[in-house]
């Protein structure tokens, strides 16, 4: 069990800290493009975020892991808007940006709803998956094609996460960030790797269910990314990187990596989940809705009911799973 646990342990601060480097360079090479915060957030940041779920989930589809792959998708959705979301609201009221509400919210939703249309038959199969990349990348070319170059605001140096974007003398240091992306991307899969083997070595002799540990242990370590990443966005009032990559993530873990998973090997879901955690998944996108809507923004109340929701999910889902 030692063994396990450093397993665990040392993939998920791997996890972290190549995620990390892949935030701040893949976010870097975006502004240097000229691409508007709200778009940045909502792809470039948010599937940056979102490659340790991505990873886990994959490599626990090859290895037989479904539990872990599907928990991950779906705890990681749930945490994202929970405990995400509701930590950065608590530093500091996050404004919603109108365009979010109008498309990127209600796209959110119904990708949901084709999530859950995916897994009421107890398995996602590869040409399901399939038509799941294949609508990720039709959302990312909306997000680029239209929104890519509109709201661009060029006035004082833009900041990610405290470092100041290059440029357009700065082209050197921005090249550099391609090679470094890269090499976040295969530490991200080692880190990935350890993770899921201590992960569903402790679930087995602990007696919790894969999925259980997917969608709690699993799917927190994968979130810490986008945890670190919003709530430094609210705290510098990166209000769209804030709430974009929350709302990108959770697209990309739907279409992204639960399609990925299930062209690797067909995902195979506990029809027990229906009874709490996938209508959990669906309520946590539909409460984005009445939380921004009136005053469009999410202040430190919601964001503290959020977190006693994740408090509350986390707590239920390890009681199921015992």
Same mark, same amino acid.
Request: charged share 15%.
């Given at each position: 069990?030692?063994?396990?646990?450093?397993? +665990?342990?040392?993939?998920?601060?791997?996890?972290?800290?190549?995620?990390?480097?892949?935030?701040?360079?893949?976010?870097?090479?975006?502004?240097?493009?000229?691409?508007?915060?709200?778009?940045?957030?909502?792809?470039?940041?948010?599937?940056?975020?979102?490659?340790?779920?991505?990873?886990?989930? $994959?490599?626990?589809?090859? #290895?037989?892991?479904?539990?872990?792959?599907? /928990? @991950?998708?779906?705890?990681?959705?749930?945490?994202?808007?929970?405990?995400?979301?509701?930590?950065?609201?608590?530093?500091?009221?996050?404004?919603?940006?109108?365009?979010?509400?109008?498309?990127?919210?209600?796209?959110?939703?119904?990708?949901?709803?084709?999530?859950?249309?995916?897994?009421?038959?107890?398995?996602?199969?590869?040409? =399901?998956?399939?038509?799941?990349? +294949?609508?990720?990348?039709?959302?990312?070319?909306? #997000?680029?094609?239209?929104?890519?170059?509109?709201?661009?605001?060029? =006035?004082?140096?833009?900041?990610?996460?405290?470092?100041?974007?290059?440029?357009?003398?700065?082209?050197?240091?921005?090249?550099?960030?391609?090679?470094?992306?890269?090499?976040? $991307?295969?530490? +991200?899969?080692?880190?990935?790797?350890? *993770?899921?083997?201590?992960?569903?070595?402790?679930? =087995?002799?602990?007696?919790?269910?894969?999925?259980?540990?997917?969608?709690?242990? !699993?799917?927190?370590?994968?979130?810490?990314?986008?945890?670190?990443?919003?709530?430094?966005?609210?705290?510098?009032?990166?209000?769209?990187?804030? %709430?974009? @990559?929350?709302?990108?993530? @959770?697209?990309? @873990?739907?279409?992204? !990596?639960?399609?990925?998973?299930?062209?690797?090997?067909?995902?195979?879901?506990? +029809?027990?989940? *229906?009874?709490?955690?996938?209508?959990?998944?669906?309520?946590?996108?539909? !409460?984005?809705?009445?939380?921004?809507?009136?005053?469009?923004?999410?202040?430190? %109340?919601? /964001?503290?009911?959020?977190?006693?929701?994740?408090?509350?999910?986390?707590?239920?889902?390890?009681?199921?799973?015992?």
């Amino acid at each position: 069990m030692l063994v396990s646990a450093l397993l +665990l342990v040392t993939g998920l601060v791997i996890l972290v800290l190549a995620g990390d480097r892949l935030v701040r360079s893949a976010g870097r090479l975006a502004l240097l493009l000229g691409m508007p915060p709200i778009v940045i957030g909502a792809t470039v940041v948010a599937f940056g975020t979102s490659m340790p779920e991505f990873t886990v989930s $994959v490599i626990g589809a090859i #290895q037989g892991a479904s539990g872990v792959a599907a /928990g @991950n998708v779906v705890g990681s959705n749930i945490i994202n808007i929970f405990a995400v979301l509701g930590f950065a609201a608590l530093i500091s009221p996050i404004a919603v940006h109108r365009r979010m509400l109008r498309f990127d919210i209600p796209v959110l939703v119904a990708v949901t709803g084709w999530a859950l249309f995916l897994l009421m038959d107890g398995v996602v199969t590869r040409i =399901e998956g399939g038509i799941s990349v +294949l609508l990720l990348f039709a959302f990312s070319a909306v #997000q680029l094609k239209w929104f890519g170059s509109s709201d661009v605001q060029a =006035e004082d140096p833009v900041e990610f996460e405290g470092f100041p974007v290059p440029h357009e003398g700065d082209h050197p240091r921005a090249i550099i960030e391609l090679p470094l992306v890269t090499v976040a $991307v295969a530490v +991200l899969a080692a880190g990935s790797w350890l *993770f899921v083997r201590g992960a569903t070595d402790l679930a =087995e002799r602990a007696g919790v269910s894969e999925f259980a540990i997917g969608a709690t242990v !699993v799917a927190l370590g994968t979130s810490l990314p986008e945890l670190v990443t919003s709530v430094i966005a609210a705290w510098k009032r990166q209000d769209d990187i804030a %709430i974009g @990559n929350v709302v990108g993530s @959770n697209l990309f @873990n739907i279409l992204g !990596v639960l399609g990925g998973a299930a062209l690797a090997r067909p995902v195979d879901i506990d +029809l027990e989940l *229906f009874q709490f955690e996938l209508p959990a998944m669906a309520v946590a996108a539909l !409460v984005l809705v009445p939380l921004a809507w009136p005053r469009l923004r999410i202040g430190r %109340i919601e /964001g503290g009911l959020l977190v006693v929701a994740f408090i509350g999910y986390t707590a239920l889902t390890l009681i199921r799973g015992s």
